[in-house]
């Protein structure tokens, strides 16, 4: 092999190393989301009824990452790469309405996309009204 091709073989695998690597980082930064859903409001709301039916939603689809409480200590979790929120801190439960419907749905890096999962929009917001049941 001679010096040039050397070269170039060895910053090939450089650069995959690093990306091994910058990938995980990326994924606990700042997630923005978009202003109409940061604006969106929840049309359920305070809704006594919807408890049963978000919890319902939460064990299915999220209790296995993010935990039976909501601490994001789920069996699923020790395998991921990215951290996960407490649902039951301040800094989750601030957040708007739409803040955690556009996370929750949509998703991004391991976090999965649920609009196929959680197809129905009422049962998109029982979710997150559960989620904002599971504070401190």
Not at 63 to 68: E, N
Not at 83 to 103: A, C, M, S, V, W
């Amino acid at each position: 092999m001679n010096t040039k091709t050397l070269v170039i073989v060895l910053i090939g695998v450089s650069t995959l190393f690093l990306m091994a690597f910058i990938k995980p980082f990326s994924t606990n930064e700042s997630w923005e989301v978009p202003a109409k859903y940061k604006k969106m409001k929840n049309p359920l709301a305070g809704d006594k009824d919807s408890g049963r039916v978000g919890q319902s939603l939460y064990v299915m689809h999220c209790k296995s990452c993010h935990g039976k409480t909501g601490l994001g200590n789920g069996t699923k979790s020790k395998s991921l790469k990215t951290r996960l929120p407490d649902f039951t801190q301040k800094e989750f439960q601030d957040q708007t309405d739409g803040e955690i419907y556009y996370k929750t749905i949509f998703g991004r890096d391991e976090m999965p996309s649920y609009e196929k999962k959680i197809r129905d929009d009422e049962d998109r917001w029982l979710l997150v009204n559960y989620l904002k049941t599971l504070k401190k």
